[in-house]
Structures are given as C-alpha cells and as structure tokens.
C-alpha cells in the first residue's frame, strides 16, 4: 500500500518568509496527491490536489504544489506566508484504481509569527 | 448545508466501555470514511463505506466496528474501548463517483478520552 512522509514535524516561520514542506510518498504506480489544512479550531480541508495534467498546481489562498514523479515529491509552497497561515499541514496519497484508501503523513504544523 | 457533522464532540470512557460515534453528511456523497488522528501520525484510515450497504477495512480496523444506516449516516462502534483508542476520531465523505482526485470533506472531530 502507499504511504505518506512529511519531513518537517515543526515549522517556524516570520511573515513574508518563503515556505516548502516537504512530502515524499511510496508507491510504484499511478498516484493521486493531495494536502490538506486544519486551521485551529476548523475542519481539515482540501488545499489543493493533483491527479493528472500540469505537474504545477494552484490551490487556495496562494498555495501551489510541485508533483515531481522522479522523486516521488509533492512539495508544498507560498511565496510570502502570512500569520492567518497558521495550520498543520497534511500531505495525502491514493491510487486511482482505489480512491477510498486515502493514506495521510503525519502533518507538519505551521507557525507564523506576526 | 451543514456538510459533515459528528457527535459527540468530546467523550470520556472507562476501558471496556462501549459507545457509538454518529456521522451523518448532507452532501448526497456515497462514499464515507472514519479515521483516528494521532499525535506524530497524522490520519489513518479506520473502515470506509464506498456505498450504501458496504463497508471496508482500512489501515486500523481491529477493535472498531461500523454501520452504514442509511446514505447520509455512517457510524463507528468501540465495544470494548481500550486505552490505546485514545485518539481524536474524523469522519469524512466523498461523492465516490471515482473521479480522479476525489475531493474528501471532513467533519469537526470527536475527542475520545479512555481511561
């Protein structure tokens, strides 16, 4: 089965620091890739996803991820977070053929610090 | 739309308590999943219902059972809780038309403290 690896458990950042949290995930085959966001106190939610077409894509709220399938990366990015960023992360994986077997890494939670 | 909804919200058990977490959607999605959350472990994927009347086992099953009601409604039962369930406990549904990247939504939570 697939799984998930988030590198980064904690990560502190000032506003208009540049972000990337890492996420690597095994499985041979065809993948989809999500990440999602649970703001405190909120519902997780889907931030953006992946599953075909532009390796480039655009979530919410300035958000865009990078599906590079040579190193089974799908790494997450803001150019400019601000203190609203404040969240944990959770990078996601399925395979087409079984959507329902969604498998999540650990999360990595975002500070930013006004 | 309330869209995924669960209670309670926070419960406390004695070990080899049992109790029933409800999860109800209004989204008309077919496809319903539960999940535990845990510190350093992010979400796992306990049974999921692809449809009315199914159900499958995910990543965690042992010690849980479920029941698909209804289209809307899918509950996760602990007949026997144990302190290891321990865990925050997320429901989610999808429309489970098998589009790729099929969105899931979540609902709040509920907090289970077994002691």
């Known amino acids: 089965a697939q799984s998930v690896s988030q590198h980064n458990h904690h990560v502190i950042l000032s506003e208009a620091a540049s972000l990337e949290l890492g996420c690597n995930y095994s499985y041979g085959g065809t993948v989809n890739l999500f990440w999602y966001v649970q703001y405190p106190g909120q519902h997780l939610q889907l931030l953006l996803k992946y599953f075909s077409g532009d390796p480039l894509v655009k979530g919410i709220k300035g958000f865009e991820a990078e599906f590079i399938k040579s190193k089974f990366s799908f790494n997450l990015r803001k150019p400019s977070v601000q203190w609203s960023d404040t969240a944990e992360y959770f990078c996601?994986?399925?395979?087409?053929?079984?959507?329902?077997?969604?498998?999540f890494g650990a999360g990595t939670r975002l500070t930013v610090k006004p | 739309n309330a869209g995924v909804t669960q209670t309670p919200k926070f419960q406390v058990l004695k070990t080899g308590q049992s109790m029933t977490l409800q999860c109800a959607q209004d989204m008309n999605h077919n496809s319903m999943y539960w999940y535990r959350q845990d510190p350093g472990m992010g979400l796992r994927l306990i049974y999921y219902s692809a449809s009315e009347g199914t159900t499958d086992k995910g990543e965690v099953p042992n010690g849980y059972n479920v029941s698909r009601l209804n289209k809307r409604e899918f509950s996760l039962r602990l007949e026997s809780a144990a302190p290891s369930q321990t865990s925050v406990y997320f429901c989610?549904?999808?429309?489970?038309?098998?589009?790729?990247?099929?969105?899931?939504?979540f609902g709040p939570g509920t907090r289970l403290l077994v002691l």
């Open positions: 996601a994986v399925n395979a087409p053929y079984n959507n329902n077997d969604m498998r």
């Open positions: 989610a549904s999808s429309d489970g038309q098998g589009s790729n990247g099929e969105t899931q939504y």
